[in-house]
């Protein structure tokens, strides 16, 4: 075997010397009589002749070996300082950066389109329902003592969740970079998860709300994405405010009760009003209004707005697992609407609104003229499903008791962080499906990558079948005797064995 | 069929095994070695002596016997520019001109039979032809060529079983029932079961009692030499084993292994430059193979030795060995 490698070697050098010789006559140059009795006597001896192979493919191969290693090195040098430049950049420029509520969450890596049960977002919160939520509500009376909106969205983790464009735009900014393709997104995926999602119908029922302003959810419309998005943290923003007020004063918190539960059941008015009281506070940060008479001229106007506090009163009641995009983007729809009409509205005002002061609410009495609940008492409490326009509470109180109950949970549900769960749990949920539907697009071209060579190498690649010939043997081997015998002599040509 | 003249063939079955090389070397050595020695190109109508010897435009050759022009056998006798050294080319080879007639063949080998020198060397081309087989029959020492691969041992083979059936055949020329024995150039006449000297023995022993004893001498006394050529490694040299093994097993011939030579391009540069690679680099590897097989061949021990130009031979006769030098 080396014998034979080296005379394959010697070949090829041979070979090789033929070609140089031939062009440049090296023979009759003095540098190769002198070197002629050395070569002969190289040849002649096979060690000589195998160290000198040897050397002659080491050493260069060692030489090639050893500057791969160098490249090999530098390139990963390279490379990490590209992923330490990249990680610069990403928390400098990543879109998720927004989704943080904290700045100091910009420390910690997560995968953008990961299916993660908590988002950073959802962390944050998390952190933060293991804070006193004294110093939590502190934390965002600050905030939302702060004017500039956009400011908010900076912090808020659902304005850069929801605004897909501009979520886009700094996702195409940070891949057009280029350096990285951990979370790299194709844009015709993108799309084409975004119909996937339409044909599938979870968006499509959104597209039937004209109004909503998540109807254009998936045509990417900036303008009304960010402003349910903005919409959403006003609401969420006065939500709190209004609970930091109503810590800051609770022995007002009873009387209201106290009001309330001198309401009779079954009332004309009592009820109506109570309720309006409580959607009024809710809705427009204002105070009930107690006189149903008036409110009965402009029914048809108001019945929109406690339509609306239904919904959302039933659905912040049921469980979020249970709920359907569109009644959770309609209650979202509802709650925008809401407080778009809210936002002309003073901040201040809803200070002193809190207060139950009933002859506050004068003020607000033709708004509130139009509800006429007369006839909805009559619906047994046990409805559930009943027509938004019938207006009547899941739990409508038959008693006292139930009244007692009932006010303070509507009073609870913004004097307690359960509205501003409930809240954040509609936008978790919400991000959750945002990430999922990211998540959707990452995962469409896989297939597809593996689909096309698959069928390419079928279509290409056909076996061939060969018959099996002889391997080489050994001329010291029976087998070759018995080859040559089978090659010398014929078929009919055996019986000389 | 004896000579006063040692004529030694070099034959093989397969072409471009190297015997014209080999037996221009051979020639060259010997007649180095002091022999008068005349070299013949006997491959008609392939023939590429001349060429070796680097003698351009031969005024005579072989060619000469085959026209109407009597010929003087001397002027057949080229000068090779080797003292000792004469060659008869095969030049001029024109067209169908390799399919000569018996005849022919007899005044050749009478021609050759006649000629004073120590050694001639026939340089046979390939196939077993009856035109190459009868030249290397006339030898007193048959060489025959072989490399390493099979498909040259495999014609080797056939070269040895045909030269040594056909030298059967001619010593049974007037019995024409053992004709039919070993001459198969006649499928339709002839008895093809007798495809080895073993076969061919019990034919003999059934219906040819008599000559047996013949037929036993003609065997014996067939013994070429093998050389194996362009030997790598040794396992080429198994090859060449192989071979002995073969001939031994289906002919009960006694081939003698004259000796190989190693492959090395020295050799094909002493084609392209038209000079022996013996007289070229008579200290190279293959001239140190040619010249053992020189030795073998003539049962001395040779050493050449090239220096300024010159070469010198150093020359040992074995006495032992019975041949007459």
Known sequence: MIEQFLQTALEFIKEIWFQLDSRFDLENTETFKFLKPYLIQLQDNPVYMGISLAALFLVPYALIKARSISKERERKLDELMEEMEEEEEYDADDPRRLRRSEPEDDEKEKPLFGNETSSPYTKSLDDQEEEDFEAQLEEFELESSEPTLDKEESREPVSSQLTESEFDKELNEFMSLGEDTEFHLDDTAHDQAIKELQEEGELMELDEQPLDPFAHYSELDEDAQDKAIRDLQEEMERTINKLTEQIEEPNEAPSSIKDLSEIHIGGSGTIDDDYSHDEEFFLEDLPPEPESTDTQSEAPEQKKEPNISLEELEEESAPFSDLSDSEILSSLESEADFTLEEEPEPEPETAVEIEPAIPKTRDYEPELSGFTFEAESEIPPEETEVPSENFTFEAEPSSFEDIDQAQPRSADEYASPEKADSLIDQLKFLQSRFENRYQHTEQAPAPIEKNIPEREFTSITEPRRYSKTPAGLSPDSKKYMDLLESFVFMKDQKKHK | MTSPVNIIAVGGGKGGIGKSVVCTNLAAGMALSGQKVILMDTDFGASNLHALLG????????????????????????????SNLKFVSGAGDNPGSANIDSDKVGTIISFIKNLEADTILLDLGPGTNYNVIDFFN??????????????????TFSFIRGALFRKISLAFQGHPEIQKLVDHSDPKNGDMDAYTTGLLRSKFQERFPDHIDQLNTLINEFNPGLVVNRVRNRKDLMAGDNLLKLVKKFLEVDITFLGYIIESDRVRDSIDEMIPFLIKDPQSKPSENLQQIIGALTNTDLQFVKRDGRIFVSKQVRLSSGWEA
Do not use: C, R, W, Y
């Open chain 2, 55 to 82: 003698i351009g435009n031969p005024a005579h050759g072989f060619q000469d016997f085959f026209g109407d022009k009597m010929v003087d056998p001397k002027t057949l006798l080229l000068d090779t520019g080797i």
């Open chain 2, 138 to 155: 006339i030898s007193t020492q048959g060489v025959v060529l072989t490399t390493p691969e099979m498909t040259s041992i495999m014609k």
